[in-house]
Structures are given as structure tokens and as C-alpha cells.
């Protein structure tokens, strides 16, 4: 079954957790561009948050699922 959540009103920005308990930020973001599509197309602009500051490929793990950009917590308003 389709997503309602997916498919109205269009997302522009999710902020995605990196380390969410049985589903982590980065099976959660290959599992809706799997919904939306492939990966650029017509999906929202997917932003990683991770208090994982030692992962020296961090940035290299969010391109190969998906995720844009990525911030580390705690993140501040100016920062967005």
C-alpha cells in the first residue's frame, strides 16, 4: 500500500536520525525512495542528524543511502 503521508502535501525536507532503534536513518531513506521512486527522483531533500561524530566515511555512508548533507547533534537553528 502506498503512503498517504508520501503523496500529499509534497515534503520538501525531511531531517532524517541516523540512529533510530530497528530501522536506522539509513534503511529508512533507501525504504522511501524505494515509495517515491529512485533515488534524485522527485524525492524530498533527505538531511542526516548523527551524534556519530568518529565515523571517518560518515558523509561517504549518507551519498550511498541517499542522504544529501548531514549534520551532528545537537544542531542549532543557525545551523539550519
Do not use: W, Y
Not at 46 to 53: D, E, G, M
Not at 71 to 76: D, E, G, L, R, T
Request: proline fraction near 8%; aromatic fraction near 4%; include cysteine.
Amino acid at each position: 500500500a502506498n503512503s498517504p503521508k508520501l503523496k500529499q502535501p509534497p515534503v520538501s525536507i525531511i531531517f532524517m536520525d541516523c540512529n533510530m532503534p530497528q530501522m536506522d536513518g539509513f534503511k529508512t531513506t533507501q525504504a522511501i525512495a524505494e515509495k517515491c521512486g529512485r533515488v534524485g527522483a522527485g524525492l524530498p531533500h533527505i538531511i542526516a542528524l548523527t551524534a556519530n561524530s568518529d565515523d571517518d566515511d560518515l558523509r561517504t555512508r549518507c551519498e550511498q543511502h541517499g542522504l544529501q548533507e548531514f549534520f551532528q547533534k545537537p544542531i542549532s537553528a543557525s545551523q539550519l
